[in-house]
Nanobody
Framework: QVQLVESGGGLVQTGGSLRLSCAAS????????MGWFRQAPGKEREFVAT????????AYADSVKRRFTISRDNAKNAVYLQMATLKPEDTAVYYC???????????????WGQGTQVTVSS
């Protein structure tokens, strides 16, 4: 059983930056791919970014490309999401997730964190 705890969310103005962290415990972190997803009020959960076990491959949603950067530190059992040039439409609860495969689909992820709120004011 893997436990995930996100942190780093908050309120930021348009154009600002935030760095989300996700701490993992209870499993072989380095054997999993990691993903970030988000869910805005009234909308379905959507893919944001993913990173392979080794960190060598990453993928992003078109809406966040060139603004968000996913990274991981297997020694610290952590994954990060650096968010820049934030927009009001980035407002959502952000979740990290782990899974055995490298995927943009939420169904491929087994364990999920509780989420952290990101609010971007206009």
């Amino acid at each position: 059983q893997v436990q995930l705890v996100e942190s780093g969310g908050g309120l930021v103005q348009t154009g600002g930056s935030l760095r989300l962290s996700c701490a993992a415990s209870g499993g072989m972190f380095s054997t999993y791919s990691m993903g970030w997803f988000r869910q805005a009020p009234g909308k379905e959960r959507e893919f944001v970014a993913t990173i392979r076990r080794s960190g060598g491959y990453t993928a992003y949603a078109d809406s966040v490309k060139r603004r968000f950067t996913i990274s991981r530190d297997n020694a610290k059992n952590a994954v990060y999401l650096q968010m820049a040039t934030l927009k009001p439409e980035d407002t959502a609860v952000y979740y990290c997730a782990v899974g055995p495969g490298y995927s943009i689909s939420a169904v491929s992820y087994i364990y999920w964190g509780q989420g952290t709120q990101v609010t971007v004011s206009s």
